[in-house]
């Protein structure tokens, strides 16, 4: 079955430490992959998606992921991260059709 | 911007009864979505929805029905509440496209009595 997996379920962060968040899924087909972000009292929102193309995207805020496809991982990463980051991550993988599978989400604290 | 609204940020509701949630957006998408999000499970989509007055299960609809009459609007129905359907509720829609990112409401929190 289709899944996504995502690493951690909760990370501790000092300010300006450095973040990598990882996420891998099962599919062996053509993939689009998203990062959404939801913090605290709000909505979830898109923070960077992948189509095609250049392997490293940016999206909002600082943040890259990198979609490796011979590890089927799409990863996010932050090279310094702020007390604002505090958030919840998910991860999400569209296979196909109408149907976007996501990650379990994984909770980041970033203490100030 | 795109808006979806759902109707109520937090619901109590009692054992057995009807529960309605209400869900609009504001682009003309046309596909909508429900999904209902737990700790540590993610988001699961319960319902969704391609056109006016079409429908497709998705992958936790036990215990769930929805209703698209109009384009702008989604609801989800619990048709006899129980206290395992306590969980958080997200709306979601996307444009024609079925691989656009989704644009999502802020949730309605249900709590079950």
């Known amino acids: 079955a289709q899944s996504v997996s995502q690493h951690n379920h909760h990370v501790i962060l000092s300010e300006a430490a450095s973040l990598e968040l990882g996420c891998n899924y099962s599919?062996?087909?053509?993939?689009?992959l998203f990062w959404y972000v939801q913090y605290p009292g709000q909505h979830l929102q898109l923070l960077l998606k992948y189509f095609s193309g250049d392997p490293l995207v940016k999206g909002i805020k600082g943040f890259e992921a990198e979609f490796i496809k011979s590890k089927f991982s799409f990863n996010l990463r932050k090279p310094s991260v702020q007390w604002s980051d505090t958030a919840e991550y998910f991860c999400?993988?569209?296979?196909?059709?109408?149907?976007?599978?996501f990650g379990a989400g994984t909770r980041l604290f970033v203490k100030a | 911007d795109v808006k979806v609204t759902q109707s109520s940020r937090y619901l109590v509701k009692r054992t057995g009864e009807k529960v309605f949630l209400e869900c609009v957006q504001d682009?003309?998408?046309?596909?909508m979505f429900w999904y209902r999000q737990d700790p540590g499970l993610g988001l699961r989509l319960i319902y969704f929805?391609?056109?006016?007055?079409?429908?497709e299960k998705g992958d936790i609809p036990e215990g769930y029905s929805v209703s698209r009459e109009k384009k702008e609007r989604f609801s989800l129905i619990l048709e006899s509440a129980s206290t395992n359907q306590t969980s958080m509720y997200l709306c979601?829609?996307?444009?024609?496209?079925?691989?656009?990112?989704?644009?999502f409401g802020d949730g309605t929190r249900l709590s079950i009595l």
């Open positions: 599919y062996g087909g053509t993939v689009n």
């Open positions: 999400a993988v569209h296979t196909g059709g109408f149907k976007t599978i």
């Open positions: 682009m003309d998408h046309e596909n």
């Open positions: 979601a829609s996307i444009p024609d496209s079925s691989n656009q990112p989704q644009h």
């Open positions: 929805s391609y056109d006016v007055k079409m429908k």
